[in-house]
């Protein structure tokens, strides 16, 4: 049972470097997010998509871009990375576009900075 | 910008005392929901709770959406070194562009002590 897998789980970038983080799920969920996680700020929503080809804004999006051309993917990219970047970042998922229901997160990933 | 405040935001007990970890707000949300996380993995849902005064019981762990649903409590019964990880609680409501979302606080960080 894959569920949510994200590549990489461990990153370190030099300011200005581009990447993407990538995140599969094979659930057949519409709904897919993005999420950033940093001491003492929770976690907080950066986009997301209620299904392919529909992406929209959430709390913290700048320095961060989305696409979803598949249900499966849903990849982040960072065009040019900065210090304050540097973050656990999770994507999640559920059934209903709506997103009513139980997120499903993966393991995260471990993006540094320098 | 719905915000929810939990506390504490750490706590350290030894096994077999009981605890209470509080999510509060001054926002109406549409449900309230509990994940755990432990270290190196994504949050995972313990429950859901969408009633005002509802009151869900997941084994030692028992759940209380405020009347109001402006707020939630976690009540665990005899804390084992199972239980330890970071508890976050996350509300359910619609943003201004109609889309529902989920605001999650900044969690309490559990230690149990053997």
């Known amino acids: 049972n894959a569920g949510v897998t994200q590549t990489p789980k461990f990153q370190v970038l030099k300011t200005g470097q581009s990447m993407t983080l990538q995140c599969a799920q094979d659930m057949n969920h519409e709904y897919m997010s993005w999420y950033r996680q940093d001491p003492g700020m929770g976690l907080r929503l950066i986009h997301y998509s209620v299904g392919a080809g529909i992406t929209d804004q959430g709390e913290v999006p700048n320095g961060y871009n989305v696409s979803r051309s598949t249900t499966e993917d849903f990849p982040l990219r960072l065009l040019s990375a900065a210090p304050s970047q540097t973050s656990v970042y999770f994507c999640?998922?559920?059934?209903?576009?709506?997103?009513?229901?139980?997120?499903?997160f993966g393991e995260g990933s471990r993006l540094t900075v320098l | 910008t719905q915000l929810l405040e939990q506390s504490p935001q750490f706590l350290s007990i030894q096994e077999g005392e009981n605890l209470t970890v509080y999510c509060n707000s001054s926002?109406?949300?549409?449900?309230l929901q509990w994940y755990r996380q432990e270290p190196g993995e994504g949050p995972v849902l313990l429950v859901t709770v969408v009633t005002g005064g509802e009151v869900k019981k997941l084994k030692r762990l028992t759940f209380q959406f405020g009347d109001a649903r402006k707020d939630s409590s976690l009540h665990i019964t005899a804390a084992q070194p199972g239980d330890t990880g970071l508890y976050l609680c996350a509300g359910g409501g619609y943003s201004g562009a109609g889309s529902y979302q989920l605001t999650f606080g900044k969690g309490t960080k559990l230690s149990v002590i053997p």
């Open positions: 926002s109406v949300f549409s449900s």
């Open positions: 999640a998922s559920t059934p209903d576009r709506r997103n009513t229901g139980e997120l499903f």
